[in-house]
């Protein structure tokens, strides 16, 4: 059985240039570093970023301690590098079209109520 393919929406794009195009270019960048249910918040910058996956592969791959990336925070990501340590690079994985079904794993970020 194959696993789904991802619309090209959700792929890294490879660009070295992403964080140009992020959602958050224009943020003040104190308001990717919080804490607590600030965290949230941050989150929902990176709901419709384009280059979301390029970013979360980023911090990833760097072990990225701190902030906000890609629309996890630093323990979802620890969380996600624990449970997937045969993963040697999340930027081909991300980038490539044989995902499995533990893509659909991936904690997305959440929706604000009003």
């Not at 249910?37 to 990176?46: G, M, S």
């Amino acid at each position: 059985m194959s696993a789904p393919k991802l619309p090209d929406r959700v792929r890294a794009t490879g660009d070295p240039e992403w964080a140009s195009r992020g959602a958050c270019r224009d943020v003040d960048p104190e308001t990717l570093f919080v804490v607590g249910a600030a965290q949230h918040k941050a989150k929902v910058i990176c709901l419709r970023c384009p280059v979301r996956f390029d970013c979360l592969a980023d911090a990833l791959d760097s072990r990225t301690e701190f902030g906000v990336w890609g629309g996890m925070t630093e323990r979802e990501r620890r969380t996600l590098l624990r449970r997937r340590p045969d993963i040697a690079s999340w930027r081909a994985f991300f980038a490539g079209s044989d995902q499995d079904e533990s893509l659909a794993s991936l904690p997305q970020p959440m929706r604000v109520v009003k």
